[in-house]
């Protein structure tokens, strides 16, 4: 894990993870919040709500923006992340087996109150974006710990 | 599971549920997304960085958010949710413990796109908003599946 301190940091700094979404990840996310909607289980249902556009049942956009929290908590900064807030905007369907690369980097920091603002995005193995993100994260001071 | 259609869907149309987070749920997202930070796990470092802000270790903002694909999914619209894309603010820490009450409210329509804007907040057991969130849904067509 990584342990930056806000003064560490410096705007174009990037991080990147690779990680392979499985059905038993998707199998404990439906478990943790119990989004039981069909388009994340069935191949039939998604195959025919999505015109053509899913090749079979597609996995949480919530569960793949979760690895935003990974991103933020291990890597950019690590140890003394508390995410602000964040935009994510979901652009293509991701399917279980797919290996993911989420990649941050800071582009701007805000003196004043410690954050840190980091352009993410999540490609799959194919090279295509599948979301994107802006984040509002702050460092906590190590001083403190 | 509520199976809405953009049709059926309102203005102002609400949905609510309740959820109460636990530190097994704790455990659970840790174990999905990889995120070992300590800030969601000792309470001495907590409290020691949140310079008394945090009681105990706080609960992954993004686990808390995972309930906004619930609300999506199940909720509103239900059955046939696409979320396109949302902004995500956290307000207050959540800890193991804490009964959530997740709220949705359709404050828009887009019909060419067939999307509904709907505003969502998250309020802990004091009835103190802990995030909100604006979440942009599409509606798949119920013709197709």
Same mark, same amino acid.
Do not use: W
């Given at each position: ?15 990147? #993870?690779?990680?392979? &979404? /499985?059905?038993? *990840?998707?199998? @404990?996310?439906?478990?943790? +919040?119990?989004?039981?909607?069909? =388009? ?13 556009? #899913?090749?079979?049942? &597609? /996995?949480?956009? *919530?569960?793949? @923006?979760?690895?935003?929290? +990974?991103?933020?908590?291990?890597? =950019? ?35 004043? =109150? ?32």
């Amino acid at each position: 894990m990584n342990e930056y301190t806000f003064e560490q940091l410096s705007i174009g700094q990037k991080e990147t #993870f690779e990680v392979t &979404v /499985t059905s038993e *990840m998707e199998d @404990a996310f439906r478990k943790l +919040t119990g989004d039981v909607n069909p =388009l994340h289980q069935e191949d039939a249902f998604a195959k025919a709500v999505g015109n053509g556009k #899913f090749d079979s049942h &597609v /996995t949480f956009g *919530m569960l793949t @923006a979760s690895f935003y929290s +990974t991103l933020a908590g291990v890597y =950019l900064p690590g140890k003394f992340s508390l995410i602000h807030s964040l935009e994510i905007k979901f652009q293509k369907p991701v399917y279980a087996g797919n290996r993911l690369t989420v990649t941050g980097e800071i582009v701007d920091k805000e003196e004043g =109150l410690g954050l840190i603002l980091v352009k993410a995005q999540i490609q799959n193995q194919d090279k295509k974006t599948v979301s994107k993100a802006n984040m509002k994260i702050m460092c906590l001071s190590q001083d403190k710990q």
